[in-house]
């Protein structure tokens, strides 16, 4: 199908470099490509592939728009709280580029829709924040045979690579299997720097223009990793597993919804918990209770509960002598994981009576103070 006036006028710096030109910008808009998971990653590969002219995106996300996203997911804006993404990045993406046909697919993946969600699309853009998503993707994409852009975050670092690619390794190929539940520390907690994602995410479209148009070397058997603090970028060489379960020689992967490995308060075990209601009318009617906050400085100053005190979860190990062994601890973080972890050591060095704060200063926002700053 050849350009229009208006797609060639839009496309002119493209059709100005050799490598690209009509040939090259005609197999963009003919191309098909899917993004699992429109958040930090798949905000910036969405906006970049839109503006360089791929013809069909496909947007598979299932949540809604909440304002923690906003800092770092540029396809939506402060008028879209509250909002299903895929709505918000439909919305966007035809603003960007009105001749992008997408494809939405309201619906977390699974090893039930995987296949048919996949299915017909060229390559694929690895969006998601977790690591069930991360191999059930791989794998489901091997079957097919189409390429993943992969990519993650984490705090200041990133890693860009394409797997499952003709003679390439898969993720499999590089991390067996996952991580055993309740072993990764929790995600949602864990942090990210603002502009990271969108420096990965445009990694990640870049890499798939490449595949597209069939120009450089992309990152087949080949991992990047980025600094941002450093603001440096090494590339190291992956091999492919001849034992690989999911693209070794003779080998069909089996579509398998793993656990989510990142940790969570039922992960800890050892102690007992309180609801902020009941932690409310124990000390309203003066019970002697020493109230820990487990979280970090900057937290503890943007909120507190009353008569707390505070001791970050890394210091707690050397501030054991501060706990009264026979008196009533309550211990709270943001969200009641890191608490969880801390009364398990209290409890581990013989301190009893402790209790874990269940949903931590948040759910006490919402159930006792909500003067309390949601962050």
């Keep these: 199908m050849a350009l229009t006036p208006a797609e060639l006028s839009r496309y002119s710096r493209h059709l100005m470099l050799p490598e690209i030109g009509v040939e090259g910008q005609n197999r963009l808009k003919?191309?098909?490509?899917?993004i699992v998971g429109a958040g930090g990653l798949g905000s910036p590969a969405a906006l970049y592939l839109a503006a360089a002219g791929v013809g069909t995106l496909g947007i598979v996300e299932f949540d809604a728009v909440d304002a923690s996203n906003l800092h770092r997911q540029l396809l939506y804006g402060t008028s879209d709280v509250g909002k299903p993404k895929l709505s918000a990045a439909r919305a966007r993406i035809h603003e960007t580029n009105p001749e992008v046909t997408v494809e939405?697919?309201?619906?977390?993946?699974?090893?039930?829709?995987?296949?048919?969600?996949?299915?017909?699309?060229?390559?694929?853009?690895?969006?998601?924040?977790?690591?069930?998503?991360?191999?059930l993707l791989n794998d489901a994409a091997v079957s097919l045979g189409i390429p993943v852009v992969f990519g993650s975050v984490h705090r200041f670092e990133g890693q860009v690579s394409?797997?499952?690619?003709?003679?390439?390794?898969?993720?499999?190929?590089?991390?067996?299997?996952?991580?055993?539940?309740?072993?990764?520390?929790?995600?949602?907690?864990?942090?990210?720097?603002?502009v990271l994602p969108g420096l990965v995410g445009m990694i990640q479209a870049t890499e798939v223009i490449k595949l597209v148009v069939g120009i450089g070397a992309p990152l087949i058997g080949r991992l990047l990793l980025v600094d941002a603090l450093a603001m440096s970028f090494r590339a190291i060489v992956l091999r492919r597993d001849a034992e690989c379960p999911a693209c070794g020689a003779g080998r069909s992967p089996v579509l398998t919804d793993?656990?989510?490995?990142?940790?969570?308060?039922?992960?800890?075990?050892?102690?007992?918990?309180?609801?902020?209601r009941e932690l409310a009318e124990r000390l309203d009617r003066g019970d002697v209770i020493d109230v820990v906050d487990v979280r970090e400085p900057y937290e503890w100053a943007i909120a507190q509960i009353p008569g707390a005190r505070l001791v970050p979860l890394d210091t707690i190990d050397r501030a054991l002598d501060s706990f009264d062994r026979d008196g009533r601890t309550v211990l709270y973080c943001k969200s009641g994981l890191?608490?969880?972890?801390?009364?398990?050591?209290?409890?581990?060095?013989?301190?009893?009576?402790?209790?874990?704060?269940?949903?931590?200063?948040?759910?006490?926002?919402?159930?006792?103070?909500?003067?309390?700053?949601?962050?």
């Design 30 to 34: 003919n191309a098909r490509v899917v």
């Design 104 to 135: 939405s697919f309201d619906a977390r993946l699974s090893s039930a829709n995987a296949l048919d969600i996949l299915r017909g699309f060229d390559v694929v853009v690895d969006g998601t924040d977790n690591f069930p998503t991360r191999y």
């Design 162 to 194: 394409v797997f499952g690619a003709p003679d390439g390794p898969c993720y499999r190929c590089l991390f067996r299997d996952p991580p055993p539940s309740g072993s990764v520390p929790n995600c949602a907690e864990a942090g990210v720097l603002g």
């Design 258 to 276: 793993y656990d989510q490995p990142c940790a969570t308060v039922e992960s800890f075990s050892a102690a007992g918990s309180i609801t902020p």
């Design 338 to 375: 890191r608490s969880a972890v801390a009364a398990e050591r209290l409890v581990a060095a013989g301190i009893g009576n402790v209790l874990n704060l269940s949903g931590g200063i948040m759910r006490w926002r919402e159930e006792v103070d909500p003067t309390v700053p949601q962050y």
